[in-house]
């Protein structure tokens, strides 16, 4: 059965680093685009930054320069560095895998996205 499971959250103070481990089986990357998202209490789940078609990495605006999204093939783990945090980054962070589908090309099935159970990260002033 896939499994994707997030590890490596906590609490650090403004300025620090954390890095966000997904272990996941079953999930290929040549079959699947695999991202970070985080959810603040009462929203919904945004996204952080994703591993999309061809390698491609994207970031949401407010963690652009700060985040890096990288990926060990071998070891079948997802990461997301994250140095110079804020409290506004406090957020459970969660791990999710997108099918590759191809149509007119390819492209990543979000309606189909896997989630992993979450990780807690908090960051104090």
């Known amino acids: 059965q896939a499994q994707l499971v997030e590890s490596g959250g906590g609490s650090v103070q403004t300025g620090g680093s954390l890095r966000l481990s997904c272990a996941h089986s079953?999930?290929?990357?040549?079959?699947?685009?695999m991202g970070w998202f985080r959810q603040f209490p009462g929203k919904a789940r945004e996204e952080v930054a994703r591993?999309?078609?061809?390698?491609?990495?994207t970031y949401a605006e407010p963690v652009k320069g700060r985040f890096t999204i990288s990926q060990d093939i071998t070891k079948n783990i997802l990461y997301l560095q994250m140095n110079n945090l804020t409290p506004g980054d406090t957020a459970m962070y969660y791990c999710?895998?997108?099918?590759?589908?191809?149509?007119?090309?390819?492209?990543?099935?979000?309606?189909?996205?896997?989630w992993g159970q979450g990780t807690q990260v908090t960051v104090s002033s």
């Open positions: 591993i999309v078609i061809d390698g491609k990495t």
């Open positions: 999710a895998a997108d099918p590759k589908l191809s149509f007119f090309g390819p492209y990543c099935r979000e309606q189909e996205r896997a």
């Open positions: 079953g999930y290929t990357e040549s079959s699947y685009c």
